[in-house]
């Protein structure tokens, strides 16, 4: 926020030296530009610049150069003012709730306005683990469980598109196919691309293989997933990742933080990383060991899934095909605390 005020500050004076009171006031005024020094910078040489330096002009009638229309973005007809509605009891007196409710490929960003209304009403402490338990049958939309706040749980039993847990706030997520299905789930894709994309918290079980990015930018959360694609965990900075299954090549990109746990059987992984951050560990403390174990645990409790059967079954002779992928610097500072 102090940066953010700071930011505004500097523009106001840079405003006020333009002779201008509003942001809306100076777009389009490429009068108010100082060009000279692009204009004669070394790399422009050769280029002619002489259409972006043109002042914005009203090509059709009310064209706009800054939005002066309002929109409708359609957020009355969202799928979250039915969830709100029948979350009430929850929102107001923090009693547990549970029911169930179709969803299907357009219902976008499923979780979000009701995770904002959790926000509005019990502040930063949220509601405890499971209070508002919802089970979807479909395929969820893009962005399913977006920003999902601590106390509510969205079970989908289905698939779901990209983005899946997107910001995810301390919430929890459960996806696995439809129990009738005949395939094996270990080796069909049952959610889409950037899933937990910048997750600050919470957890989410997803029985199935899911598409590229998987956990990136992912600071907090916990999750378990059958296989994903490539670039898993890329630029990760704390929580942990259990793959009971293959990873797509560029494993661990700019990895700084956190730790992921990778069941490697065959012992390929090795060659699917970019180890410039991390190295490559066996699973060999306690906690590890007990964490790992949770998370397989839950990930059976949640989703039937039967790799994880598998995996708790053989449990001994599982545990050696973990591979723990630990960031560098992040493993020093961890061992620089415990040593003070």
Same mark, same amino acid.
């Not at 930011?7 to 006031?25: F, K, T």
């Not at 020094?37 to 280029?47: C, D």
């Not at 043109?54 to 939005?67: I, L, R, S």
């Not at 410039?276 to 949640?302: A, C, P, R, W």
């Given at each position: 926020m102090?940066?953010?005020? =700071?930011? %505004?500050?500097?523009l ?6 333009? +002779?201008?009171?509003?942001?809306n006031?100076m ?10 020094? &692009?204009i ?16 914005? !002009?009203v ?10 229309? %309002?929109?409708?973005?359609g957020?009355?007809? $969202? ?5 709100i @509605?029948?979350?009430?009891?929850? /929102?107001e *007196?923090?009693?547990k709730?549970?029911?169930e409710?179709e969803i ?6 499923? +979780? ?6 959790? $926000? ?5 402490e ?10 979807f ?9 977006a920003?999902?706040a601590k106390?509510i749980?969205l079970?989908?039993?289905? #698939?779901?598109? #990209?983005?899946v847990?997107?910001? /995810? ?13 005949t ?21 989410a ?9 998987? $956990?990136?930018?992912?600071s907090g959360a916990? &999750?378990?997933?059958e ?8 630029y =990760?900075? +704390? ?9 797509? @090549?560029?494993?661990?990109? +700019? ?15 090795? !060659?699917q990383?970019? =180890? ?24 059976l ?6 790799? $994880? ?8 002779? *599982?545990?050696?095909q ?14 620089? @605390?415990a &040593?003070?």
């Amino acid at each position: 926020m102090n940066y953010l005020f =700071m930011v %505004a500050e500097e523009l106001r004076r840079i405003m006020a030296q333009l +002779g201008v009171c509003s942001v809306n006031e100076m777009i389009g005024r490429v009068d108010l530009l100082d060009t000279d020094e &692009a204009i004669e910078h070394w790399k422009a040489s050769g280029l002619d610049l002489s259409a972006i330096l043109e002042p914005a !002009k009203v090509v059709f009638e009310n064209t706009g150069f800054y939005c002066n229309q %309002a929109q409708d973005h359609g957020l009355d007809k $969202a799928l979250d003012n039915e969830l709100i @509605r029948l979350s009430q009891t929850a /929102l107001e *007196s923090g009693e547990k709730v549970s029911f169930e409710h179709e969803i299907i490929n357009t219902n976008r960003v499923v +979780g979000t306005m009701l995770s904002n209304e959790v $926000a509005k009403r019990w502040k930063e402490e949220m509601l405890p683990d499971d209070t508002i338990t919802i089970k979807f049958t479909g395929s969820a939309g893009q962005s399913f469980g977006a920003w999902l706040a601590k106390g509510i749980t969205l079970t989908v039993e289905g #698939d779901a598109n #990209d983005y899946v847990g997107k910001g /995810l706030s301390g919430g929890k997520i459960i996806i696995y196919p439809p129990k009738e299905s005949t395939f094996k789930a270990e080796d069909n894709i049952i959610a889409g691309n950037v899933i937990l994309y910048g997750a600050t918290g919470g957890e989410a079980y997803i029985r199935g293989i899911a598409a590229e990015r998987f $956990a990136v930018r992912n600071s907090g959360a916990s &999750a378990v997933i059958e296989g994903i694609g490539d670039h898993g965990c890329e630029y =990760m900075t +704390g929580g942990c990742v259990v793959v009971l299954g293959k990873t797509g @090549r560029n494993f661990g990109a +700019g990895m700084s933080g956190g730790v992921a746990f990778v069941w490697d059987p065959d012992k390929t992984f090795a !060659k699917q990383c970019n =180890m410039e951050t991390f190295g490559l560990e066996s699973v060999s403390t306690t906690n590890d060991i007990l964490q790992l174990k949770s998370l397989i645990q839950n990930h059976l409790n949640y989703t039937d899934s039967s790799v $994880a059967k598998k995996v708790l079954e053989n449990w001994e002779a *599982s545990l050696g095909q973990f591979v723990k992928v630990m960031p560098t610097d992040y493993k020093r500072v961890l061992e620089e @605390r415990a &040593a003070a």
